[in-house]
């Protein structure tokens, strides 16, 4: 199947400072890749979608130049939480989608990021 | 807006027994895909069934199928003969062609010894 990577699996920094998470997919290319977060106990919500090549696109109340994220290859997406503060803190995944001519796969999924800001 | 519901925050079943996940959807879209996940404590989503909206037949996957019912929006989980590793939280998820996933709240299943 279809292997997504992400990198770091856990990380902590200081208040301040920027993070930077890297999703790979490792056996196909991924024009499309989908960043979520997801709080305790609670449903990921999605951040942003990143397309290779171009701007992403971020969903409403979330600041782009606080989330910043690059697609600047068929196989590579990163998120750079910038500035980071303690209610930055989450579990960040992303997922990849594999397109086939015009018919869409489902998204992979990486393992996931937690981040802890201190 | 498309929106996904579960309303079901937790559910419990006994090995070997069944139990069904319930998920509703909102959309206008006549095409488009419907998914449950599995997140275990590893917290790493597992696909478990697809399904799409233009497929009449349910899907199934082993012990896991699904009845989806287009024209109630609804699309719920039967997993038979439950095992101790089905324990986790279970996403129903709703994607259009060219779209992104949208997920429900989640269902947390517990399985009895």
């Known amino acids: 199947g279809a292997v997504v990577s992400q990198h770091p699996s856990r990380v902590i920094c200081k208040s301040g400072t920027s993070v930077k998470i890297e999703c790979r997919s490792l056996?196909?290319?991924?024009?499309?890749m989908f960043w979520y977060r997801q709080f305790p106990k609670q449903s990921l919500m999605l951040m942003a979608t990143?397309?290779?090549?171009?701007?992403?696109?971020?969903e409403q109340g979330v600041e782009k130049d606080k989330f910043l994220i690059n697609h600047a290859s068929l196989t590579l997406s990163t998120l750079t939480v910038t500035s980071a503060h303690p209610e930055d803190s989450s579990f960040y995944i992303c997922?990849?989608?594999?397109?086939?001519?015009?018919?869409?796969?489902?998204?992979?999924f990486g393992q996931g990021t937690r981040l802890t800001v201190v | 807006a498309q929106t996904v519901t579960q309303s079901q925050p937790e559910m419990s079943v006994q090995e070997a027994e069944t139990v069904t996940l319930s998920c509703t959807y909102d959309?206008?879209?006549?095409?488009?895909?419907l998914f449950w996940y599995k997140q275990p404590p590893s917290r790493q989503m597992i696909l478990v069934i697809r399904?799409?909206?233009?497929?009449?037949q349910n899907a199934t996957e082993n012990r896991f199928s699904v009845n989806f019912q287009k024209a109630a929006k609804s699309f719920s989980l039967k997993i038979s003969d439950s095992q101790l590793g089905d324990a986790a939280m279970y996403f129903c998820?709703?994607?259009?062609?060219?779209?992104?996933?949208?997920f429900g709240a989640g269902t947390r299943l517990t399985v009895k010894p």
């Open positions: 990143s397309n290779e090549g171009s701007k992403a696109t971020y």
């Open positions: 056996d196909f290319q991924a024009t499309t």
């Open positions: 997922s990849a989608r594999r397109d086939r001519g015009f018919v869409s796969t489902e998204a992979f």
């Open positions: 959309t206008s879209e006549s095409d488009y895909y």
């Open positions: 998820a709703y994607r259009t062609l060219g779209g992104d996933m949208r």
């Open positions: 399904q799409e909206a233009y497929k009449q």
